[in-house]
């Protein structure tokens, strides 16, 4: 049976700042409410070790959760809004890394992030990623070997999503 971990700032906001990585799981289930993840950047000699111990390299992530091969792993994640004037995420490589797991992400901002979701292997888990705000200088959510038939349901609905950060466009609503 798979571990479960609550991180919650319920008299005040959790803060991870300047770090390689903010929160990394393996095998459990994970919410993660009142949190902000500010300069979370790959450290170069941490990558050896994101290699050797999970076989990726995910070196840069605000959060980042791996299931087990067949588990029922979950991520629940709640920001601190859609349009707070705090962001969730800034400036960080890797907004929201998942591989293998069901994931429930809702009302983050965004800003100057490498790619804002990174969600991988996860074929017949449901995917729900809401309501959010994402600036990101490469992709914005990123789906990787998700096979659409297999998985319970994808949604990827009621985002506001711009490239870089650039403010002079209209962002895409998706």
């Known amino acids: 049976m798979p571990s ?28 993660v409410e009142y949190c902000q993840f500010k300069n979370i950047q790959p450290e170069p000699l941490y990558n050896q ?11 840069g992530s605000g959060i980042y959760g791996i299931g087990m091969k067949f588990g029922g792993n979950i991520l629940t994640q709640k920001g601190l809004g859609k349009y707070s004037t705090v962001k ?18 809702l009302q983050n901002n965004m800003k100057n992030v490498t790619e804002g979701y990174r969600t991988t292997l996860s074929s017949g888990y449901k995917i729900d990623i809401n309501d959010n705000q994402i600036d ?15 998985n ?8 506001v999503i711009t490239f870089g950060s650039l403010t002079s466009i209209v962002p895409a609503l998706v």
């Open 49 to 59: 070790w994101c290699m050797a111990t999970f076989n990726n390299n995910f070196n």
């Open 152 to 159: 319970k349901s994808l949604n990827v609905t009621r985002n």
């Open 88 to 105: 969730t995420f800034d400036n960080v490589k890797y907004g929201i890394f998942t591989e293998r797991m069901r994931i429930s992400s």
């Open 4 to 31: 479960i971990l609550w991180v919650s700032g319920n008299t005040g906001v959790n803060v991870f700042d300047n770090l390689s990585n903010g929160i990394i799981t393996k095998g459990t289930a994970l919410n």
């Open 136 to 150: 990101a200088m490469q992709q914005r959510v990123g789906l990787y070997h998700n096979d659409p038939m297999l």
